[in-house]
C-alpha cells in the first residue's frame, strides 16, 4: 500500500509539474499581456501610460523572461501563496477566491454524480432485465434523445417550460445554497449530461453478467430474483460503472461552464470563464491546478473502492 502511494504521488508530482509548465507556457506566449488588456478594454484605464503598465508588470512580476516567472510561479505555490488576481477581483488573494467558488461547483457536481447515478443505474438494469421488450427500446430511445440535446440547449428549454409555461418555479438565478429550491434545476440539468452513459455502461454490463453460470446456478437453487439482482448481478456490474462515475465526477465540477453561466451560479466553472476572458494569469493557473488534482483524487477514489466491489482486484 505504502509503495502504491508513493508511486502514485510521484506520478502525481511529475504530472501536475508538466501541465502547469504548459499551462504557463500557453498564457505567456499566447494569452496576452493582461496589463495592456486592461488599457485595450478600457475597464480600469482610459489611455494606455507605459509608465503605468511597466509599474503594474513589475508589481505583479510580468516584466520578468518566462522561466523566472514560472520558477517564481511555483516558488510561491508551494509556499501556499497562489498568487493575487490581477483583474478579476484587483489584489484579492486567488485562494480566498478558489475556496469561495470551488465548493459551490463541487456541491453541484457531486448531488448531479449522485442522482445520474441512482437513475443512470436503475434504468440500466431495468432495460437490460427487459432486454429486446418494448421497455428496454423506449429506455434506450429516451437515452438516445436526450444525448442529442447539448446541454446549453436544455438549460434554457426548461426554464421556458417550468418557469414560463408551466409556471411550476420561479426562475432560478443565484446561489442561495444546495438544498434551496433554486439549486434544483440547475443539478437536474448537470446530471442530464452524463445519464446516457451511464444507462449504456450498467445496461452492457448487466448483459454480460446474465449470461454468466454462477447466474444460472442461483436460480436453480431457487435463489429469489431481487436476491439475484442486487447481491449476484448488480456488485460485478459496479465494477466498471464505478470507473464511469469516476470520469463523469471529474467533467462535472470542472466542466459545468454552461449551466453556471446560464443560471449566474459563482462557481468554479464561471471562474474559468471569467479568468479567461480577463487573461488573469493567477486565476488560470488556480484553474489548472484544482483540475489537475480533483482528477487525481477522483481516479484515487476509484482505485480505492475497486478492491471493495472486487475482491480479486484485492489480491492483485
Known sequence: MASFLFIRLLRWSVGLMLILFVTYAMMYYGAGDPIRMMFIQGEDFDTEDEAVMRALRAK?????????????????????DWGRSIRLQVDRPVLEIVQFR????????????????????????????????WLDRLIITS????????????????????????????????????????????????????????????????????????????????????????????RPVMTPVITTLGLIMIALINGSLFVELIYNIPGFGLLTIEG?????????????????????????????????????????
Open 102 to 133: 470551488l465548493p459551490i461547483s463541487m456541491q453541484l457536481g457531486f448531488a448531479a454524480t449522485l442522482i445520474a447515478a441512482v437513475v443512470g443505474v436503475t434504468l440500466g438494469v431495468v432495460a437490460a432485465l427487459y432486454h429486446n421488450r
Open 143 to 234: 437515452v438516445l434523445f436526450v444525448t442529442s440535446i447539448p446541454i446549453f440547449v436544455i438549460g434554457p428549454m426548461l426554464l421556458l417550460l417550468l418557469v414560463l409555461i408551466l409556471k411550476w418555479i420561479d426562475v432560478p438565478y443565484g446561489w442561495n445554497g444546495l438544498f434551496h429550491i433554486d439549486a434544483a434545476l440547475p443539478v437536474a440539468v448537470i446530471a442530464i449530461g452524463p445519464l446516457p452513459g451511464i444507462v449504456r455502461q450498467t445496461r452492457s454490463a448487466m448483459l454480460e453478467v446474465k449470461s454468466q453460470q454462477y447466474i444460472t446456478t442461483a436460480r436453480a437453487k431457487g435463489v429469489s430474483e431481487s436476491r439475484i439482482i442486487l447481491r449476484h448481478m448488480l
Open 276 to 316: 479567461i476572458r480577463t487573461v488573469d494569469y493567477p486565476i488560470i493557473m488556480a484553474v489548472a491546478v484544482v483540475g489537475t488534482l480533483i482528477i487525481f483524487v477522483s481516479n484515487f477514489l476509484v482505485d480505492m473502492i475497486y478492491p471493495i466491489l472486487d475482491p480479486r482486484v484485492r489480491v492483485q
Open 60 to 80: 505583479y512580476g510580468l516584466d520578468e523572461p518566462f522561466l523566472v516567472q514560472f520558477s517564481n510561479y511555483i516558488s510561491h505555490l508551494l509556499q501556499g
